[in-house]
T-cell receptor, first 115, second 108 residues
């Protein structure tokens, strides 16, 4: 099915381990985003990408790494997971940020627990 | 930097009207999003205002004033299913920044 999918949906890991959250969209949207959501903080932008091979830091990038070698994929890696990275992670994509096509489509979220 | 403010919580009565305000400060502003999010679910799109003025979509309307850095979401004929968090987000340059969200509770 077309859309934006995240995997895994649920993940439990231990402090210090590397974790990669995958995000795949089938629309060939230019823009992709990673957010984390914690109680009391709303959605906070981790990294974003305007096109393949172009990525930029958001509000809370420390401890995270992204890549965008293909337009449809935007993986998020926690190089050495910490308990403070326990959160729900949302990937999102958008065709553009212009009127009429600026809708941001979200994946279902990945719930990560770091023990 | 960027700053987006909205009330943390609001309560309204079924069948009534509620207005959720959002103020923002950001450089390179493109437009203002409103999203609805039910507990445990992903956010769903409600509106995206780029130009000043009011846009109406059924029971939901959204207003933007670029000069004042102000937006509001108006919900009419409230239903119990409208109990959710409402997220305001500003688009600038190539990124989209969200406020902390407004948790709306509807009472019968």
């Amino acid at each position: 099915d077309a859309g934006i999918t995240q995997s895994p949906r649920y993940k439990i890991t231990e402090t210090g381990r590397q974790v990669t959250l995958m995000c795949h969209q089938t629309w060939s949207h230019s823009y992709m985003f990673w957010y984390r959501q914690d109680l009391g903080h709303g959605l906070r932008l981790i990294y974003y990408s305007a096109a393949a091979d172009i990525t930029d830091k958001g509000e809370v990038p420390d401890g995270y790494v992204v890549s965008r070698s293909k337009t449809e994929n935007f993986p998020l890696t926690l190089e050495s997971a910490t308990r403070s990275q326990t959160s729900v992670y949302f990937c999102a994509s958008s065709e553009s940020l212009l009127a009429g096509t600026g809708e941001l489509f979200f994946g279902e979220g990945s719930r990560l627990t770091v023990l | 930097g960027q700053n987006i403010d909205q009330p943390t919580e609001m309560t309204a009565t079924e069948g009534a009207i509620v207005q959720i305000n959002c103020t923002y400060q950001t450089s390179g502003f493109n437009g203002l999003f409103w999203y609805q999010q039910h507990a445990g679910e992903a956010p769903t799109f409600l509106s995206y205002n780029v130009l000043d003025g009011l846009e109406e979509k059924g029971r939901f309307s959204s207003f933007l004033s670029r000069s004042k850095g102000y937006s509001y979401l108006l919900l009419k004929e409230l239903q119990m299913k409208d109990s959710a968090s409402y997220l305001c987000a500003a688009s600038s340059a190539s990124k989209i920044i969200f406020g902390s969200g407004t948790r709306l509770s509807i009472r019968p």
